[in-house]
């Protein structure tokens, strides 16, 4: 006991002098709302600039700082990224200092460091270096993006950033591609890109920006001084074996007034040219226009595509002509140009067995066929836009003529015939939108779409098939299925929006008109070669009038972290449709309520969360509804005997998307739920020769889950981008085969990774891999399941041998494994070549795809209940010499 009490006098004698010694500020740090902040830096310092003290906030903004200097002048320094510094003079120790900080925008300097790439952060806008991604190898602006950490580009072009699609492609911040951005990443040389941007809640409408609610992210390339000055490009010619051609030529500028990309190209060697005319943002433009049309009804069959890059699997001899140009009248003021011409003609072979399972049931079938495709696409789009801060106007103009035939050979379960489809869809539209901001902040907004196409087809089949059911069970020599279906459609509106601080109110009102008339007649060739007409059952003369008039109100609150919106669309429908023939004459109104919730809160600034939901009542279209037998291909054969389709749709989303810029690491996860109520369910009767389609009025549900989440990572040690992500999906649903229900469950759960790297100055080397596992069952019914897994894997290494001397090795490979069919294995490799004249401009380039000279490849693929085995007749070994001149 005694030594405690000396143990503890020593502490006391030898503490007391020091805390008098001490001296204490103490202070609270707050925004200005008054709110406290959290981890602020605390530094207190001379007047020199030394720092004599430091700490950090509390979760009460509360801080204390101690410290023994006796010197005069001193100041408290408070900082926290996404606020202003604020310095105050040290007056009284005794005296509480409360400091209200001031929100700034995020400018965080570019991080340079030798070696390393950087990023820089200006608000809503990242900037990547291009140079610092780019490697010798490298030619296009799309070879150095898929290299940027949180920057995602997928075979067919597409280009996501943290897990979103971007809605568009800038080039100094004109839009010139709209979204057909695939050209522009091909084309721009990434030499002539000094920076390459992401915006983040990117709003292209001037007008708009004051209180922000886009959510889309967009891309814009920041072009070089000198690459502005002239037109640039390049021509490419390549002659290979066996009788292969590539040829292109590309010229481009990117002047302030004047920006075009213009493009011709033509080969035979499985390139398809038709993707550069890819619309990635398509869905979300027909759901604006709201013009629920059906596609098309007749095909040549279902053949399916093998799951392997087109060049390694296409069968082609296709050219495009691709041109885009802008021009900018004034700063506010710009007409764009984008005509496009595409031709291809491809052959397919492919045979196919098929088993759906049912309980007690197996439906088999196997399948020959071999395809001569003339697809044609012709789209002119004129579009004049005038956007300024006090109004902004937008006219698109569009013509689109795509005439597609199909002639082809199929062997049905051992039976043989001959088939041609001709498809010619025009379609002409005009979207008109104008928007004026009043002297008092609100605006006004007029809209107006108008739309005009038609779509015949026409189905030959030689000689008949299916006598039993098309023919009175005798033998014949042929069909002919037509279908016509001309359609007009309009969608008005006026709104007006009321600005009141960072709260916005919009209300619409509007209408829109859709009118439509199936044609339809199935005829039947004898062995003498009479026509005649089937039967009126297989015929159609349907006319559809679906009008709608609804009003919106909206409203959204803009805050510095949080951003809501709240939609309440209220509208009344009135659908009639009438077929003579048939004795159908029917009508249906409807009144609607679908609204939708959103919200966006800045947890930091660079993270947010998100969260949504909505409710959607949707009615279905003429598609539905035709009551007369189509024969959509030469085994389905397809009709409704149920009212029109109503959908009661609940879905709600949460999503987390998380950057450390500085640190090059970007990470988004985010989960899906619906729950859709259906009135009609199709019914098909499945036999081994012929499937057939009736919908009914049946009341059923399906019911959808999914989540993933992704992660992408700059290892500047390794000087190597990594990415990895999981996605999942679970829907229950049900299907009606053969008078039986039978309620699904099906489940997919997928995952990837990669890593771009450069290994040495002269050498770099990429990997990717995607394993994705799908079980389908039978709900109480175990002997009706399938599971499907699948891993697939792809590796380049690109070296420079010498100084002009470039060569890549490339590889992929493919294991498919399903439980009762046996196992597949592919294994693929490339090599290529090229040699840089520096002086003359050239590249010369030899290369050698499939190697291995694989001829046949074979393909699972799995659906609820049904598993189908394809074999695909694909290109072997093909070897090319090019010559590019670049200017």
């Known amino acids: 006991m005694k030594k405690q009490y000396i143990v503890t006098l020593l502490f006391f004698l030898i503490g007391v002098p020091s805390l008098f010694a001490q001296k204490q500020i103490k202070g609270k740090v707050k925004d200005a709302k008054g709110a406290p902040i959290v981890s602020a830096n605390i530094n207190l310092k001379d007047k020199e600039g030394s720092i004599l003290s430091f700490t950090r906030t509390n979760a009460k903004g509360e801080f204390t700082l101690s410290f023994t200097e006796d010197t005069k002048d001193i100041t408290l320094e408070a900082t926290i990224i996404g606020f202003a510094k604020k310095i105050v003079s040290v007056t009284e120790l005794n005296k509480t200092y409360d400091l209200t900080l001031e929100e700034e925008q995020i400018n965080l300097k570019t991080v340079v460091v030798k070696n390393r790439p950087s990023l820089a952060v200006n608000g809503d806008t990242l900037s990547y270096k291009t140079s610092d991604f780019a490697d010798k190898q490298d030619r296009s602006i799309g070879d150095v993006l898929k290299k940027m950490p949180g920057i995602e580009v997928a075979e067919n072009g597409k280009i996501t950033y943290n897990g979103k699609g971007i809605s568009a492609l800038y080039q100094d911040g004109d839009n010139l591609l709209d979204d057909k951005y695939s050209i522009g990443t091909k084309a721009i040389p990434h030499a002539a890109v000094d920076k390459v941007q992401v915006i983040e809640n990117d709003q292209p409408i001037k007008m708009l920006r004051k209180n922000n609610m886009s959510d889309d992210v967009a891309i814009n390339l920041v072009i070089k001084d000198e690459a502005k000055l002239k037109v640039m490009g390049d021509i490419k010619a390549g002659l290979g074996t066996p009788s292969r051609f590539d040829s292109e030529a590309n010229a481009m500028l990117f002047k302030k007034k004047i920006k075009f990309i213009n493009n011709i190209k033509g080969n035979n060697i499985g390139i398809d040219p038709g993707n550069d005319l890819t619309s990635f943002n398509m869905s979300d433009y027909m759901r604006r226009i709201d013009n629920d049309k059906p596609g098309s009804f007749l095909s040549a069959g279902a053949a399916g595509v093998p799951t392997l890059p087109q060049n390694r699997s296409l069968f082609n001899k296709a050219g495009l002509t691709n041109l885009n140009n802008l021009f900018k009248l004034n700063k506010d003021l710009q007409i764009r140009a984008n005509v496009s011409y595409l031709y291809d003609k491809r052959n397919q072979e492919y045979n196919k067995f098929s088993e759906t399972?049912?309980?007690?049931?197996?439906?088999?079938?196997?399948?020959?066929?071999?395809?001569?495709?003339?697809?044609?696409?012709?789209?002119?789009?004129?579009?004049?836009?005038?956007?300024?801060?006090?109004?902004?106007?937008?006219?698109?103009?569009?013509?689109?003529?795509?005439?597609?035939?199909?002639?082809?050979?199929?062997?049905?379960?051992?039976?043989?015939?001959?088939?041609?489809?001709?498809?010619?869809?025009?379609d002409i539209s005009n979207e008109f939108n104008y928007r004026k901001r009043l002297k008092s902040e609100n605006t006004i907004n007029l809209y107006s779409y108008l739309n005009r196409s038609t779509q015949p087809e026409v189905l030959n089949i030689r000689p008949g098939l299916n006598e039993d059911i098309l023919n009175n069970g005798t033998p014949f020599a042929g069909l002919d299925q037509y279908v016509k279906l001309p359609s007009w459609y309009t969608n008005n509106y006026m709104s007006f929006g009321l600005v009141n601080g960072k709260f916005t109110q919009s209300y619409r009102t509007g209408f829109n008109l859709q009118h439509q008339q199936l044609n339809s007649e199935l005829y039947r060739i004898q062995n003498n070669q009479t026509t005649e007409l089937i039967s009126s059952e297989m015929t159609n003369n349907l006319e559809w009038l679906k009008g709608k008039v609804y009003i919106d109100g909206s409203y959204e609150y803009s805050g510095e972290k949080l951003k809501t919106s709240l939609s309440l669309p209220l509208s009344y429908q009135s659908i009639s449709y009438n077929d003579p023939s048939k004795g159908v004459d029917k009508k249906l109104n409807k009144v609607f309520l679908n609204p939708s919730f959103s919200a966006k809160y800045q947890t930091s600034p660079e993270n947010y969360v998100s969260a949504n939901y909505s409710f959607r009542n949707e009615l279905g279209g003429l598609d539905d509804v035709y009551t007369g037998t189509i024969l959509k291909n030469y085994r389905?054969?397809?009709?409704?005997?149920?009212?029109?389709?109503?959908?009661?749709?609940?879905?709600?989303?949460?999503?987390?998307?998380?950057?450390?810029?500085?640190?090059?690491?970007?990470?988004?996860?985010?989960?899906?739920?619906?729950?859709?109520?259906?009135?009609?369910?199709?019914?098909?009767?499945?036999?081994?020769?012929?499937q057939q389609r009736v919908v009914l009025p049946l009341e059923n549900h399906v019911k959808s889950l999914s989540g993933q989440a992704n992660a992408s990572k700059y290892l500047f040690s390794l000087r190597s981008t990594i990415n990895a992500g999981f996605s999942y999906t679970n829907s229950q649903f049900d299907q009606l085969q053969n008078n039986r229900l039978l309620p699904f469950d099906s489940k997919t759960m997928a995952y990837k990774a990669g890593i771009d790297s450069k290994i040495t100055n002269f050498m770099t080397w990429s990997y990717t891999a995607n394993y994705s596992v799908t079980a389908n069952r039978l709900v109480n019914a175990n002997a009706v399941k399938t599971n499907y897994q699948q891993i697939r894997q792809q590796s380049n290494l690109t070296f420079t041998a010498f100084k002009s001397v470039f060569m890549k090795i490339s590889a992929e490979h493919m294991y498919t494994k399903q439980s009762s069919q046996s196992d597949l294995s592919y294994l693929f490799a490339d090599f290529n070549m090229r040699y840089k004249f520096t002086k003359l401009k050239t590249d010369l380039e030899f290369g050698v795809t499939n190697l291995a000279n694989i001829k046949k490849f074979e393909a699972i693929n799995i659906s609820a209940n049904a598993l189908t085995n394809g074999t695909y007749y694909i290109p072997g070994r093909v070897a090319m010499l090019k010559a590019t001149f670049n200017y």
Do not use: C, W
């Not at 300024?388 to 082809?408: R, T």
């Not at 609940?650 to 999503?655: I, L």
């Open 636 to 690: 389905s054969l397809f009709a409704n005997n149920a009212p029109i389709s109503e959908r009661k749709t609940h879905g709600m989303g949460a999503a987390f998307n998380f950057r450390r810029a500085m640190q090059m690491f970007f990470f988004n996860a985010g989960i899906n739920y619906s729950n859709t109520t259906l009135n009609t369910i199709s019914s098909f009767t499945l036999s081994n020769n012929i």
């Open 357 to 426: 399972y049912l309980p007690e049931q197996t439906i088999r079938y196997t399948e020959l066929q071999e395809n001569i495709i003339n697809p044609q696409k012709f789209q002119s789009k004129i579009n004049i836009n005038s956007n300024a801060e006090m109004y902004y106007l937008n006219n698109n103009f569009i013509v689109d003529y795509a005439p597609n035939k199909i002639n082809s050979n199929v062997v049905i379960n051992g039976t043989g015939a001959g088939q041609s489809l001709s498809q010619k869809t025009f």
